[in-house]
């Protein structure tokens, strides 16, 4: 089976996904699962089927992920690439993978009673609130969202246009930021997130995976931007509802 990572909180058919276990070779090995990358169309298409598989699901549906607040309710799939500018999605229906392509911004998977979530969480999509966006949609009640692998808070170093925005909607969470270099910060991206999850009404696990510092598991944007850049893959998290009601 594809290697994936899975929390035992989270009551439905899911997997935060590594890149081990696919087909894509060279910068793109081995699970890319992102569509919108310059690996193989064939190769992508493989990976995301045994994705998929791996979960139990027939088809996934993903996003023109845009770093916004929108959520979108997915009653039928949509054809692969076709997926509407948002970043996160909710579905009621069984059988329908939710798909959420990462390389240092956080995947949120989200369960509920009769209802799943996945959202894309960078930095800028959680100051604006697509967090709470998903637990309104999914009802707001009984929701547990898991923060997977992202960049972690000893890696993640940013500038004070990141810091302003942040601490331009609430100036207490300074607590998410450690000093770096003049003029720089490292932000605790997963520990904001869950912040905003509980603020929101949800319970919440973090993984505490970090994408950066794992090569051998994770894709990683900034570690291939502190390289000189060059191509990239995606990893994917999926989740989907339950085709009975959990007990």
Do not use: K
């Amino acid at each position: 089976m594809t290697p994936h990572i899975s929390d035992p909180h989270l009551a439905a058919p899911h997997g935060f996904f590594t890149r081990e276990g696919g087909v894509s070779t060279g910068p793109f090995a081995s699970l890319n699962c992102s569509l919108s990358s310059a690996d193989a169309p064939e190769a992508v298409a493989e990976n995301r089927r045994r994705a998929a598989a791996a979960i139990g699901v027939d088809q996934l549906v993903g996003l023109h992920q845009v770093h916004g607040p929108d959520v979108v309710t997915v009653d039928e799939p949509w054809q692969p690439g076709s997926g509407p500018r948002a970043d996160a999605m909710v579905t009621r229906r069984p059988g329908i993978g939710l798909a959420i392509v990462t390389a240092d911004c956080a995947p949120v998977l989200f369960a509920g009673p009769g209802i799943v979530g996945a959202a894309h969480a960078g930095w800028r999509g959680a100051v604006s609130g697509v967090l709470e966006a998903v637990v309104e949609a999914m009802g707001g009640q009984s929701i547990h969202a898991t923060v997977g692998p992202c960049i972690g808070p000893a890696a993640y170093e940013v500038a004070a246009d990141l810091r302003d925005a942040v601490l331009a909607r609430d100036q207490s969470d300074a607590q998410f930021f450690a000093d770096g270099r003049p003029g720089h910060w490292l932000f605790d991206l997963p520990g904001y997130c869950a912040q905003r999850l509980r603020a929101a009404g949800a319970t919440v696990t973090v993984l505490g995976l970090d994408t950066l510092t794992d090569e051998v598991r994770f894709y990683s944007h900034r570690r291939r931007t502190l390289a000189g850049g060059g191509p990239i893959g995606h990893q994917v998290s999926i989740i989907a509802c339950p085709t009975s009601p959990s007990r």
